[in-house]
């Protein structure tokens, strides 16, 4: 059965088949995929999923493969929402929870993004992988490259911690270094590739997203229907903001939940922050970052080809957006494990710091529903924070 219907613009609008290979617009913007929303809602029913298996798939007629065998699968997704009573009372909050997005396959929440695009290169017959990372997406894409039974090519800066290098080279991808950042890393990789190659880059091309979001459709079911208060996301690229807010639309068109929307909160480090630059300049795009440096790899992420999507949702939301420091955000690491037995990934403890300020400014009240994404676990960076903890 067919859901997907074609593949659209986020921007001009226009439309393209879902049987080709696509990346962006022929305007330069993201392309999202479209579903017949109609069909999705007479076979997929709310009460069906208690007895579907626990990972992204249980969502499939909302997703973009459209033939099950297709689907290459590590058990990602489903991903345990805990309401943090100590970690919430240290803050002054009594409805806090952590999304616990380490115990995806890869330890991070990119086994998402990346389950869903490479599945749909599997489906379109692609059998060569490649992109640029700072980190996780490296390994994400190298595992599920794997069980497809393709060739994966990763470009990094040579600065990426070591832990996400050996990952990637233990899953049988090729590596190349750069000296630069992520924008550098895509450069170089572009290089080196043709037209054989299916690169599965943030946004560039249509599917990642489509992983992402079941984070929003997960969070809607584990607070039964309807959506929390508030939503503090460490952003990079923006595929899970973009996602999770896609897929509030998708449900409330389904009926599943109503037009209440959570604030949408976005966190960056005080080293790279474009998109909490641009948000506070009134700006609808984001400039690229000169001189990104963080140790939280994943929002070293110095220009996105999503920013005006993410400044679009953070403002329809009513959210806000901020940066904080590495001493914050390594501290936020320590008060989260001290208090939940979780070690984040040091852009989780940026999102906590994140949390922090904004009770202490006022833009979050002790009785709000807040949900932190925890999008990594801390374990893959113990090289580079180790002696910071
Ligand atoms: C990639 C990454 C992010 C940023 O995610 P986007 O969806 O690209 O904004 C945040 N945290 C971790 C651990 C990551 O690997
Ligand atoms: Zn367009």
């Known amino acids: 059965m067919k859901f997907l219907t074609h593949i659209e613009c986020t921007k001009c609008e226009k439309k393209y088949s879902d049987e080709e290979v696509l990346y962006l617009c022929e305007c ?57 009573k100590s970690l919430g009372r240290e803050i ?27 599945s749909k290169a599997n489906e379109l017959g692609m059998k060569k992988i490649c992109l640029p990372t700072a980190g996780n997406a490296g390994g994400a894409a190298a595992a599920y490259g794997a069980l497809g039974g393709m060739e994966v090519i990763i470009s990094m800066p ?50 990642r997203v489509e992983g992402k979001k079941t984070m929003g459709i997960e969070l809607a079911e584990q607070f039964n229907w309807e959506l929390p208060d508030v939503i503090v996301y460490p952003t990079g690229g923006g595929t899970g903001l973009i996602g999770m807010w896609k897929a509030f639309a998708e449900m409330e068109s389904m009926g599943w939940i109503s037009s209440f929307r959570p604030r949408m909160v976005s966190v960056q480090a005080e080293g790279c922050a474009p998109i909490i630059k641009a948000f506070h300049d009134g700006k609808e795009a984001a400039p690229e970052w000169q001189d990104p440096s963080t140790v939280a790899a994943g929002l070293r992420v110095p220009k996105a080809v999503g920013d005006f999507l993410m400044l679009r949702a953070l403002r329809e939301s009513g959210g806000t957006a901020v940066s904080v420091s590495d001493d914050e955000l390594i501290k936020g690491v320590k008060t989260i494990g001290k208090h939940t037995g979780i070690f984040a990934a040091p852009e989780g403890g940026a999102a906590l710091a994140a949390v922090e300020r904004l009770k202490d400014s006022g833009d979050i009240s002790e009785n709000d529903r807040v949900v932190v994404f925890i999008t990594g676990s801390g374990l893959k960076y113990t090289d580079t924070i180790s002696n910071l903890l």
Not at 60 to 74: D, F, S, Y
Not at 96 to 114: H, I, Q, V, W
């Open 28 to 84: 330069g913007a993201p392309l999202f995929a479209k579903y017949d929303m109609d069909k999705v809602k007479d076979h997929l029913k709310k009460e069906d999923l208690p007895g579907r298996t626990p990972d992204m798939w249980r969502y499939r007629e909302m997703m973009p493969v459209t033939n099950e065998k297709n689907i290459l699968n590590l058990g990602e997704g489903y991903t345990p929402l805990f309401h943090t």
């Open 92 to 118: 002054g909050l009594n409805n806090l929870y952590l999304k616990d997005e380490g115990l995806n396959p890869t330890a991070s929440f990119k086994a998402r993004g990346l389950g869903a695009a490479i």
């Open 158 to 207: 040579e600065t990426t911690p070591e832990t996400f290098k050996a990952e990637a080279k233990a899953l049988g991808a090729k590596l190349l270094f750069v000296d630069g950042s992520i924008v550098d890393a895509g450069k170089f990789l572009k290089t080196k590739i043709d037209d054989s190659w299916y690169d599965v880059s943030t946004l560039k091309e249509p599917y």
